[in-house]
């Protein structure tokens, strides 16, 4: 029987018996040539190893000696480990995911702004995304497959890629450890314009408080928006005390979404879904807006004193950017597979607002935009410091960058790949604030 450990493309090696029938065949199958293989391999019996026959390529060139495969072997486990962030300088500050099932040319912005930061992108469904069924079927009950309807204001194709991308990450997590840090963003609309140390500086800070209430679980941080996507709302939302059971009485205020970033999908409006052990019992599509914002006000007595209109600057979940712990993410994840499978509900950013609002334990937003700066519905001249896409958008410290690691005459990039060539850092450089 023959067993086998697939490493990097860089590396694959087989052990198996030389009595193996592709052992056996290998001048027959060699003489044939080597259509149809996955790799042309070279066979080299290995000193000390009895009848094991390995097939190993490396870059090009067979590996022959027993040296030279324990060499390759333990590097490239080194290069695969999961445990450590990687980066140009080695060990980064945090692990940075994308799923995207198709090439694009921002997902290559997206790669080098990453590298600037710090870290390497590691691109979740290049290979198997658009073949990948989800372990649920299709998500849409009312038939039709997962193709995107007429009637339906998704820019995909295929709409379970909302789910996909979840489950992607999911399975990547499974051999991480569970303290490791994960950043997760969408991949064609993103970009990173601070190191990653900082980005995950910010992680603490923001997720930190919350973490120490519920016992040092670390919650999910969500990027901001503006807007309310994709339940309906008219623009105007209403906010009730979160102690007011009764949400047919009279709102608190009306919390105004800017007529720049307005929009609503009006998704699911008419539909109820099972709210909690708390009232409201059970929440309308068309009820979740006012719902999320009422929730993130002050409670108990200190709702009594909070200003009226005093709702956060970018209150609303982003579910294309999110950051937290491996083990708050699996926490997450495993809960949101099931709300999926319990409500049917298959646009994710809808989901994840149902699910924090059932557990707020789980998840939180960045509120403030203190990690992620959700720039739909933005003004770039009355909302920033100074405007996108200009030449002086970053200010920048020389002494700051100087002294970086990866500015020294001797830094040398741990590259993953041959003819690879460095892009700028991104220490010394700020972006505007908000």
Not at 281 to 308: F, I, M, N
Not at 359 to 364: F, K, P, T
Not at 409 to 414: C, K, N
């Amino acid at each position: 029987k023959a067993s086998g450990t697939l490493f990097p493309p860089m590396l694959t090696v087989y052990h198996m018996s030389s009595a193996h029938p592709l052992v056996q065949r290998r001048r027959q199958l060699f003489r044939r040539g080597a259509e149809g293989w996955i790799l042309v391999v070279t066979l080299a019996r290995l000193a000390g190893h009895g009848d094991a026959v390995a097939l190993i390529y490396k870059d090009g060139r067979p590996v022959e000696t027993h040296e030279q495969a324990l060499k390759s072997i333990w590097a490239s486990m080194e290069a695969v480990r999961r445990d450590v962030p990687k980066g140009p300088s080695g060990q980064a500050a945090a692990h940075v995911f994308a799923f995207s099932d198709q090439e694009n040319p921002m997902l290559c912005h997206l790669a080098r702004s990453v590298e600037a930061a710090g870290g390497w992108l590691q691109v979740l469904g290049l290979r198997d995304g658009k073949l990948k069924q989800l372990p649920w079927g299709d998500v849409d009950a009312r038939g039709g497959g997962s193709a995107t309807r007429a009637d339906e204001p998704w820019h995909f194709e295929d709409k379970s890629i909302m789910l996909k991308k979840h489950h992607f990450l999911a399975r990547a997590l499974r051999e991480m450890p569970p303290n490791a840090t994960v950043v997760f963003v969408d991949a064609f609309d993103v970009l990173f314009q601070r190191p990653l140390d900082e980005l995950v500086e910010a992680y603490k800070r923001v997720a930190g408080p919350a973490a120490a209430v519920s016992g040092g679980q670390w919650p999910v941080v969500y990027g901001g928006e503006v807007n309310c996507w994709p339940f309906p709302h008219s623009g105007e939302v209403p906010v009730h005390h979160p102690r007011q059971s009764d949400r047919s009485g009279g709102p608190r205020w009306m919390h105004s979404i800017p007529d720049d970033a307005s929009l609503s999908a009006g998704h699911n409006a008419e539909r109820s879904f099972d709210y909690g052990d708390q009232s409201p019992w059970s929440l309308r599509g068309d009820q979740v807006c006012s719902e999320w914002l009422t929730q993130q006000q002050p409670s108990d007595e200190e709702a009594g004193r909070a200003t009226p209109g005093s709702v956060a600057r970018f209150p609303f979940l982003c579910a294309g950017t999110f950051v937290g712990t491996v083990s708050s993410l699996r926490r997450l994840l495993r809960r949101l597979f099931m709300l999926y499978q319990e409500t049917g509900e298959y646009h994710d950013q809808a989901l994840l607002a149902l699910l924090l609002l059932r557990n707020r334990s789980l998840g939180m937003v960045d509120s403030a935009a203190e990690i992620f700066l959700g720039l739909h519905g933005h003004d770039e001249f009355r909302d920033l410091e100074r405007p996108l896409c200009r030449g002086d958008y970053f200010e920048f410290d020389a002494d700051i960058a100087a002294h970086a690691r990866e500015n020294q005459p001797d830094w040398r990039a741990q590259a993953p790949v041959l003819g690879y060539r460095r892009t700028r850092s991104l220490a010394g450089f700020s972006p505007p604030g908000v």
